[in-house]
């Protein structure tokens, strides 16, 4: 069987391990172009006026990528309408006149069924290789979630902040080439020493945040309007707990991590909120107890889980004067606003902890 | 707790679904059921302002039934289900009702159920131990989920028979326009959200088929047709509604409340597969104005009955 030309959402930088899978499963990765603001309004213009905003930039993805001539488009799913997506998005396309096939993780609740999927995109492809294929592009995917997390927790505090940059740049355009196991360590382990070797002016005990929320606007900076960094930026420590792999395991552990996560948010729940809620919540009250200065909570306008997660947040940051700042994003949020916000939201948080070592 | 043993209630949400089941459970195990008042104004302006603004509609009405209990009951009784079961779920708002209202109004006191099938939380187990808990034996309570059982049985059967005798007059001898209403129960049945609708379609002398009175089984088989993929219990019902009247209905319109994430999805796909019949989508918020909805709805009446009538003619000429 020929090459198949495959293509899939962006989210972050993942497209670097998607696009390795891919092509370890003998077929060619089309990455879709870096998002703009074309993107989103292509994607708003053929998709339901009032679905999440994930689905329209998907959609947006999609079709940017499909003018290059595509085989296969991959889609994966959640446990909110998340998962309703794949078929929604082929009917639209399809009815445009785009011919090809879809792949839908959306079902795969376990490792053998996931491979099985996997092996879909390239017909031909051996199990084993199959495999070998997700092991890399799952060790890729950890390697950037490792770099970005120094980065979050450090980048407000670098004395020369392009340093960081620097290094993040080399490091994403060198995991590109790094496809076996132990290129993919050595690069990190590298990255990372590179990483903290450049000098920091951290004081003892900085201010720090938690980001929670809705999966995809969690880890789509240009979906948040780069929230993350624009809060770092502002010198903060920002935490953030869900990403890739930690979904997919999450996924496979299945209602076991349910049970600990419900636990976890103490009194407030007693049941499962749908999809990242009820994490949300936990997280949160983590947090607190650990005395994180504040929370920042993300999701897609109209979220049902998430929406259903914020009663519950409220109700904590009321009770315990607990500074959460809520973000919703859909097709027309504006860049400027979002700024406006954190700044305002990071002054507070100064303000506070002034007050308290004052005090 | 002589004087007391009241349960509320709410008339919201599932309620219009299972009130047949909840209220003979209820009462058969001794206690008295209080149920709020058809939604009205009042009631969705409390809702609203205890709900997180991007609730969807119904939520913010649920919230508004929940509260206008207070005071005239012991406890309300607001369920938590996640899947009926083991290949489909509901939607996330049933699986946070629960947690919501606890979080949103931390002092009135609650009872629960928790149905799961698809994570083995049945139905009959959850309610047997809800009766534990208001104090019925396990002979009371056994007997109280037979019956609920029965009497939900019998009312599904009742509008399922109700809606079919009206469809056994075929199309060729009707003389009204005959419309397929579909949206959630808990929208169709509420007094300010489904029920205006319903209304004004009959004072258009259109005769109304709701998807709420459908045989629930068979329709959530047939959606298939449409949606091979669709997850959600009460989308696939509405779907299968579609799928089992199309051909004996002159329009469609389908039903959403803002901001609905499933109806959304659903709708987008009703309009591009369903080809034979004219499908419209009536979009309701709380600020809806209801000379806007009326407009809308007497601009499709139009347009199908024109369609109908040239096609009338059309036949006679030929």
Known sequence: ?359 | MTEGRRIGLPRSLLYHTFHSLWTTFFEELGWRTVTSPPTNRRVLERGVALAVDESCLPMKVFLGHVESLRGHCDAVFVPRIESLNETEHVCAKFMGAYDIVRNTMPDLPLVTYDVDAANGVQERASMLALARELGAGPLVARRAYARAKAAQRAHDLEMVRLQESLLDVGSAERDHTRILVVGHSYNLADELIGKPILEFLRSLDVEVVTSAEVDKPQARALSKRLSPSIKWTYNKELLGAVELYREVVDGIILVVTFPCGPDSLMAELCQRRVEDVPVATLIIDELQAEAGMRTRLESFVDIIEAKRHAAHKAEVEA
């Not at chain 1, 329209?56 to 998340?82: H, P, S, T, W």
């Not at chain 1, 009815?95 to 959306?106: A, C, E, K, P, S």
């Not at chain 1, 420590?237 to 996924?251: A, K």
């Open chain 1, 1 to 359: 069987m020929s090459r198949r030309r495959v293509t899939f959402p962006h989210m972050g930088e993942y497209w670097i391990a998607f696009e390795t899978l891919v092509e370890l499963l003998g077929a060619q990765a089309v990455v879709p172009p870096r998002m703009t603001r074309h993107t989103l309004e292509a994607g708003a213009h053929v998709s339901p006026e009032f679905v999440c905003v994930p689905f329209k930039y998907n959609m947006g993805n999609f079709l940017e990528a499909l003018e290059g001539g595509i085989d296969v488009i991959v889609q994966a799913g959640g446990g909110c309408r998340f998962g309703y997506y794949g078929e929604v998005q082929e009917a639209i396309l399809r009815d445009m006149g785009y011919d090809f096939d879809l792949v839908n993780l959306v079902e795969t609740t376990n490792l053998p069924m996931l491979v099985r999927e996997l092996r879909r995109i390239q017909p031909g492809a051996s199990y084993p290789r199959a495999v070998k294929a997700f092991l890399i592009a799952y060790r890729q995917a950890q390697a950037i979630e490792a770099v970005e997390d120094f980065v979050r927790k450090n980048v407000g505090f670098a004395v020369d902040r392009g340093a960081i940059d620097r290094v993040t740049a080399r490091f994403l355009r060198e995991l590109r080439g790094a496809r076996t196991l132990r290129a993919v360590r050595d690069l990190r382990s590298t990255t990372l020493a590179a990483l903290g070797a450049i000098p920091l002016a951290k004081p003892e005990n900085p201010l720090r945040v938690g980001v929670v929320g809705e999966l995809y606007v969690l880890m789509e900076p240009f979906a948040n309007h780069n929230i993350e960094r624009r809060l770092a930026e502002s010198g903060v420590e920002v935490h953030r707990f869900v990403t890739l792999t930690s979904l997919i395991e999450h996924g496979l552990a299945g209602r076991t991590f349910v049970r600990k996560t419900i636990a976890a948010a103490g009194p407030w729940l007693e049941f499962h909120l749908g999809a990242d809620a009820t994490e949300s919540v936990a997280k949160t009250w983590e947090l607190m107890n650990e005395g994180f200065d504040g929370m920042v909570h993300v999701k897609p306008f109209g979220c049902m889980p998430e929406v259903s997660a914020m009663s519950v947040l409220q109700r904590i940051s009321r009770e315990y004067t607990f500074p959460i700042m809520f973000m919703s994003y859909d097709a027309q949020t504006a860049e400027a606003g979002v700024d406006t916000r954190v700044e305002a939201f990071c002054d507070m948080l100064q303000m506070r902890r002034r007050r308290q070592s004052g005090a």
